[in-house]
C-alpha cells in the first residue's frame, strides 16, 4: 500500500521533506472529549486497551481532528509487565498500580516467559486494525516502555515520587536487577519485532524514568538494556526501513551515548534546547521534540511564537520531528493543538527548500 504522507518515516531518517512533519506524545488521550465518551463506553481504561476495534478508535480520533503526519498505536507502556502475571489494574486518580510486586531474586527468577502472539494479540491485533483503517494516510508508530521503566513500576507496584524502592533493589541486588531488566529487554524486542511484523511503521522507546539514574547507573541499567533491543530489532519490512525512536526523559546529558545506540532518532524533553542537541548529534542522527506541553495553555499566539523559536533553534535542513517534549496533559483546549500543528506546517516551510 502506498503511504501518502511519509514525511514522518523521511524525517527519522534525516530525508528530505516539504514541511517538518509533527504528531503529539498522548496525542490520543483525555484532553479530547470523544476519547472521554469511547473510554466511557469500554468501561475502563484496560478494557479499552484490550478491544483492538476501540483502541484503533481512539488511535483514529485525533486524525480526524488535526493533520498530524504519524498515528501513534493506543496502548500502554505497562502490557509486558501484565502478561508476566504482576496484576496490572488501574485506580482512579493515582495512576496504574500492580497487584503483585517484585522485592526479591526469586521473585525475578519466577517470572514467565511472555508469549506475545498469546497473552499480548490483543496489541498486534489492535496494529493490524489500526494499519487497515488509516488506508495508506499516514504511518503508524509502535512503542514500548524501556526495560528500566518497566522495572520500576515492577518493583515500586506502581508509580512512585522518589523510587526509593526500585533504587535500593538495583543497589542492593544488582546481580537480580540485571536478571529483570534482562527479561524484560526480551520481552520488549519480541513486543516491538511482532508490532512491525503487524504493521507498525515506525517504534519509539518509552524510556520514562531513565532521567532519575546517576549517569553511570543509567549506562549499566537503562542504557545498555535498550542498545541491546535496537540491535535485536526487525531492520525493515514491507519494503522500507523502520526507523527507531529513543526518548529518555531527563537525559539531556546523555545525548552522545544515546544517539550511539543505533536508534535513528533521539526524543528530546523540553530541558534540553534543541539547537544545542543538534550542535552535539543532530549529524547522526534525527532529533525528536521538543516543545513544552504547558505552552498548550497559552493563547494561539504564545504557541505559534514558541514553535517559532523551536524551529529556528533546530535550523535550516531535514532530521527534525516536532514533538512535545512529553505527553499532552488532559486540561489543554481542544482548539490549541489545532493552532499548534498548523504553525508547525506553516512556520517549517522555509527551512525546507
Same mark, same amino acid.
Given at each position: ?6 514525511? &514522518?518515516?523521511?524525517? &527519522? ?7 517538518? %512533519? ?10 479530547? #472529549? ?44 505497562? /502490557?509486558?509487565?501484565?502478561?508476566? !502475571? ?6 482512579? $486518580?493515582? !495512576? #496504574? ?38 488506508? !495508506?494516510?499516514?504511518?503508524?508508530? $509502535? ?30 541486588? #544488582?546481580?537480580?536487577? *540485571? ?19 503487524? $504493521? ?9 524514568? !531513565? ?8 549506562? =549499566? ?5 535498550? =542498545?541491546?533491543?535496537? /540491535? =535485536? ?38 530541558? /534540553? ?35 517559532? /523559536? ?9 532530521? *527534525? ?8 496533559? #488532559? ?18 516551510? %522555509?527551512?525546507? =527548500?
Amino acid at each position: 500500500m502506498t503511504l501518502r504522507n511519509d514525511r &514522518l518515516l523521511k524525517a &527519522l531518517l534525516g530525508e528530505q521533506v516539504d514541511v517538518t %512533519p509533527v504528531w503529539m506524545m498522548r496525542q490520543a488521550g483525555r484532553y479530547l #472529549p470523544e476519547y472521554r465518551n469511547t473510554r466511557k463506553q469500554a468501561g475502563d481504561f484496560l478494557s479499552l486497551c484490550k478491544s483492538p476495534q476501540l483502541a484503533c478508535e481512539v488511535t483514529m480520533q485525533p486524525l480526524r481532528r488535526y493533520p498530524f503526519d504519524a498515528a501513534i498505536l493506543f496502548s500502554d507502556i505497562l /502490557t509486558i509487565p501484565d502478561a508476566m !502475571g504482576q496484576g496490572l489494574y488501574f485506580s482512579e $486518580g493515582e !495512576g #496504574p498500580k500492580f497487584r503483585n510486586v517484585i522485592r526479591t531474586a526469586a521473585d525475578v527468577e519466577q517470572l514467565p516467559e511472555v508469549n506475545i502472539a498469546d497473552e499480548l494479540s490483543y496489541v498486534t491485533d489492535a496494529v493490524s486494525v489500526i494499519r487497515k483503517e488509516l488506508n !495508506g494516510s499516514v504511518p503508524l508508530i $509502535g512503542f514500548s516502555g524501556s526495560p528500566w521503566t518497566l522495572a520500576t513500576y515492577m518493583i515500586e507496584g506502581g508509580g512512585s515520587k522518589d523510587f526509593r524502592i526500585a533504587k535500593q533493589f538495583m543497589y542492593d541486588n #544488582p546481580e537480580a536487577m *540485571h536478571l529483570l531488566l534482562d527479561k524484560l529487554a526480551s520481552a520488549v524486542t519480541d513486543y516491538l519485532n511482532a508490532q512491525i511484523l503487524a $504493521g507498525a511503521q515506525a517504534v519509539q522507546i518509552f524510556d520514562t524514568w !531513565g532521567g532519575i539514574l546517576s549517569s553511570r547507573a543509567y549506562q =549499566n541499567f537503562s542504557l545498555v538494556y535498550m =542498545n541491546k533491543i535496537i /540491535t =535485536n530489532l526487525k531492520k525493515e519490512n514491507e519494503g522500507r526501513q523502520v526507523p527507531v525512536i529513543l526518548f529518555t526523559k531527563n537525559g539531556g546529558q546523555w545525548l552522545e551515548s544515546i544517539a550511539d545506540s543505533g536508534c535513528q532518532a533521539v526524543g528530546l524533553d523540553w530541558t /534540553t534546547e534543541i539547537g544545542d542537541a543538534r550542535s552535539r548529534i543532530g549529524d547522526r542522527v534525527a532529533l525528536q521534540g521538543n516543545m513544552d506541553p504547558s505552552i498548550l495553555y497559552a493563547s494561539p499566539a504564545v504557541i505559534r511564537e514558541e514553535v517559532a /523559536t523551536i524551529l529556528q533553534s533546530f535550523g535550516q535542513g531535514n532530521g *527534525h520531528v516536532f514533538n512535545l517534549g512529553h505527553g499532552i496533559t #488532559p486540561e489543554v483546549n481542544p482548539d490549541n493543538v489545532a493552532h499548534f500543528v498548523e504553525a508547525v506546517h506553516e512556520l517549517s516551510q %522555509p527551512y525546507h =527548500n
